[in-house]
């Protein structure tokens, strides 16, 4: 069975940083993009970031552009988010996603309805 786990969230002040992991049981990551979405409270799912199969292609939210970063390393089978200069409206429950995808191709879905395997999703909340 294919899994997600998210793992790394946690309280933060604002202006520091944290590192989201996403891992994959039952399956390689190779093949799928993998996005990064989060919801904050009484709000839509919204996307954040994504990655393509092969890494190749990137995207960010214009919310968090400049400030994270998304990457995968395939031997760890993990995919990470890592967010820096965070503010309090990053606050919400961060989830990861996949969907399969060839590696031939340079693109990465945005949309909450076009990802099939869904993580259980990581706390970050923003504070002083």
């Known amino acids: 069975q294919l899994q997600l786990v998210e793992s790394g969230g946690g309280l933060v002040q604002p202006g520091g940083s944290l590192r989201l992991s996403c891992a994959a049981s039952?399956?390689?990551?190779?093949?799928?993009?993998i996005g990064w979405f989060r919801q904050a409270p009484g709000k839509e799912r919204e996307g954040a970031s994504c990655?393509?199969?092969?890494?190749?292609?990137?995207n960010y939210a214009d919310s968090v552009k400049g400030r994270f970063t998304i990457s995968r390393d395939s031997a760890k089978k993990t995919v990470y988010l890592q967010m820096n200069g965070l503010k309090p409206e990053d606050t919400g429950i961060y989830f990861c996603?996949?969907?399969?995808?060839?590696?031939?191709?340079?693109?990465?879905?945005?949309?909450?309805?076009?990802?099939?395997?869904w993580g259980q999703g990581t706390q970050v909340t923003v504070s002083s």
């Open positions: 990655i393509s199969s092969s890494g190749g292609w990137t």
């Open positions: 996603a996949a969907i399969s995808m060839d590696l031939r191709t340079e693109y990465c879905p945005h949309r909450v309805t076009e990802y099939r395997y």
């Open positions: 039952g399956f390689t990551l190779d093949y799928y993009a």
